[in-house]
């Protein structure tokens, strides 16, 4: 059984945010699905969510695996016409992420701590200049390395800096 549960944040009820993008421009959200995805239709849940995304409410999406949960946070991303980033704990599935993105028209990267030097300094640059629509984050991109304890001792979950 899937279930969508969408929770409203700090900023009030949906009438105090803003206006979705959504209910102003359906046509871009087909075009965009179409486009770079293929389809004609979303899957069900899949609206809701996305609608929620973009009216600014926090969403927690619980559907089976294949069952179209990427797509509920990179469509929003796309029509929200801004750099977004995804925090993915395994660095293959973002891998297969941003392949299939890239694959589809769509800029994406990824960082995390298996890149080297130059290469993350390129992504990064990329981001900066508006030139990602989605970043891949493994949240060991600023790996144990960067991460060291105000007394300079072992990097790890006892004491572990505060990463900036």
């Known amino acids: 059984m899937t279930r969508m549960e ?15 993008p959504l209910s102003t421009d359906h046509a871009k959200l087909q075009e965009l699905l179409r486009e770079h995805w293929g389809h004609d239709a979303l899957r069900p849940l899949q609206l809701e969510a996305i609608e929620a995304i973009l009216g600014g409410r926090d969403v927690m999406l619980v559907l089976p695996t294949g069952g179209g949960k990427s797509l509920c946070y990179q469509l929003p991303a796309l029509l929200l016409n801004r750099p977004s980033v995804v925090i993915s704990p395994l660095v293959s599935l973002m891998k297969d992420q941003v392949d299939a993105l890239q694959a589809n028209g769509i800029n994406a990267d990824a960082l995390h701590g298996l890149m080297d030097p130059e290469e993350r300094s390129e ?3 990329r981001y900066m ?6 970043l ?16 300079g001792g072992p990097p790890g979950p006892r004491g572990a800096a505060p990463l900036a």
């Open 136 to 151: 891949y984050l493994a949240l060991t991109s600023h790996g144990a390395r960067e991460a060291r304890p105000a007394d």
């Open 123 to 125: 992504t990064i640059r």
């Open 6 to 20: 969408a929770r409203q944040t700090d900023q009030g009820d949906e009438s105090d945010g803003p206006e979705s």
């Open 129 to 134: 200049k508006g030139e990602t629509s989605l």
